[in-house]
């Protein structure tokens, strides 16, 4: 869970603003919604008959917010899941515990370094990428799996989500846009794994979007 969490966040962190590429409420609800994918690829969740996701492994005690991601899936769709786990119903702003877990993650790991000021007393969170190479070998692999080329199933879930945030584009600006749409439109319809893990995992893409337009239109309205 926490590797394609990790990726996922890492590519959206611009090496020169040391900033996101897309707002708070997408990083949330796409981390939600990386967390379940990684769940469902590692077998740590199932999918059954109704649609509705299991967990197939004993979940430890543990008072974290990656065993809570686990036990808020069991027993719901994915969609509701995501929400669950980091999006529209999240009251106790578990998309931000997400958001917290990864980055501290990517912080240990060395990967990117804290550089969060403050303006009259606001933080204004900035990483800067220590390690760009890595940031670039996931690029390099999503670059793969644009072109066709048969890659593992992570990768094609990251292309979704990150397609399903708004971010991809901009990740990908030399790009021909049309090709590009077109090969997302093609890993949706056609899934990475057996039939009902796939028609899950297109779920988890569609609610990312679905959770991102939501908090968008409330943001405005507001």
């Not at 939600?32 to 996701?53: F, M, Q």
């Not at 974290?64 to 509701?80: F, H, M």
């Not at 997302?184 to 990312?208: I, N, P, Y």
Request: contains cysteine; proline residues 5%.
């Amino acid at each position: 869970m926490q590797r394609l969490c990790g990726d996922f966040l890492l590519v959206l962190l611009s090496p020169d603003s040391q900033r996101p590429v897309v707002g708070g409420a997408a990083i949330k609800a796409g981390l939600a919604g990386a967390a379940i994918a990684a769940a469902v690829l590692d077998d740590r969740l199932v999918v059954d008959t109704d649609g509705r996701l299991r967990t197939a492994v004993p979940i430890a005690e543990v008072p974290d917010i990656w065993t809570e991601v686990l036990r808020r899936a069991d027993g719901i769709k994915p969609k509701k899941a995501v929400a669950r786990c980091g999006a529209g119903e999240d009251f106790a702003d578990r998309g931000g515990r997400l958001r917290d877990a990864t980055i501290a993650n990517l912080l240990e790991s060395g990967i990117i370094e804290d550089r969060t000021t403050r303006i009259i007393g606001i933080p204004i969170r900035r990483h800067a990428v220590l390690q760009p190479h890595t940031r670039d070998a996931i690029l390099t692999r999503l670059s793969t799996a644009l072109d066709g080329e048969p890659g593992a199933p992570q990768d094609d879930v990251l292309l979704l989500l990150l397609s399903a945030v708004g971010a991809l584009r901009t990740l990908f600006p030399n790009r021909d846009q049309r090709a590009l749409d077109a090969r997302v439109t093609e890993l949706r319809s056609a899934g990475v794994l057996a039939d009902a893990v796939s028609q899950a995992l297109r779920d988890l893409d569609t609610a990312v979007m679905a959770a991102v337009v939501a908090t968008t239109v409330v943001i405005a309205g507001s």
